[in-house]
């Protein structure tokens, strides 16, 4: 299985900004920044545009799957066929598409045995150890009154990421934790890094920003 050390990982949500063509020009200039700064930059785009994106050579993943089964299921994202579509993983359980617990858990060990990432989300440190249980590739702690709001956690909440990252580390050696939400700037993501994350999720900071590729490669840069 593919494996990332500190990524940047860029969820384009539905936003207007990424639709149509677009979508292929933010992947394009996420893969153009990866291959200058040689950072792992994962993108997650909407479902419709996996098979298209994951041409450009770029780590791609969905922003959600469901716990349904592959075959006679309507309007579900399967991730058999989210795989075939050349995706390594998803994001599951983001604050803005919640789903239960046990289908977290059954997502984690099917994505796995798919060789496919998991970053699942929590809203908060309660969520986060429960889900910890389950050890997926990857925990992102976002907050959600703070997602798009343009004032970074590691900043408003510093707390939450020091005690995620040692409440995950007191069961588990191998999950790693991401931090989201408000992130803009290089120095955010400085911060999240000193307080122990392993990573960042971020969508606003780099889709609202004047220039794509100049933001992903500053953001990127100091994820060593
Ligand atoms: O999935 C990451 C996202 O929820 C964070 O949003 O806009 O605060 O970077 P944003």
């Not at 292929?24 to 040689?38: F, G, P, R, Y």
């Not at 343009?150 to 510093?158: E, Q």
Request: contains cysteine.
């Amino acid at each position: 299985m593919i494996t990332f050390a500190k990524p940047l990982v860029i969820n384009l949500k539905n936003y207007n900004e990424i639709s149509g063509d677009n979508s292929t020009k933010i992947v394009q200039d996420a893969k153009k920044a990866s291959l200058s700064n040689h950072k792992d930059i994962i993108i997650a785009p909407p479902p419709s545009s996996l098979l298209a994106l994951s041409k450009i050579k770029i780590p791609i993943i969905s922003q959600h799957v469901d716990d349904v089964a592959l075959g006679a299921t309507t309007g579900f994202i399967v991730p058999e066929i989210v795989k075939s579509y050349g995706a390594v993983g998803s994001i599951i359980n983001h604050s803005e598409h919640k789903i239960e617990h046990s289908q977290i858990k059954n997502l984690v060990k099917r994505l796995r045995e798919l060789d496919m990432i998991s970053i699942v989300c929590a809203d908060d440190l309660h969520e986060l150890k429960a889900i910890s249980r389950f050890s997926p590739d990857f925990l992102a702690i976002e907050p959600p009154e703070l997602i798009g709001k343009g004032v970074a956690v590691s900043k408003a909440n510093p707390s939450i990421i020091k005690e995620s990252v040692q409440a995950v580390k007191r069961v588990s050696s191998t999950v790693k934790v991401l931090c989201g939400a408000g992130i803009v700037d290089k120095y955010d993501v400085e911060k999240a890094l000193e307080l122990g994350a392993e990573g960042i999720l971020i969508s606003s900071g780099v889709i609202k920003s004047s220039s794509w590729y100049n933001k992903i490669l500053e953001l990127s840069s100091v994820l060593k």
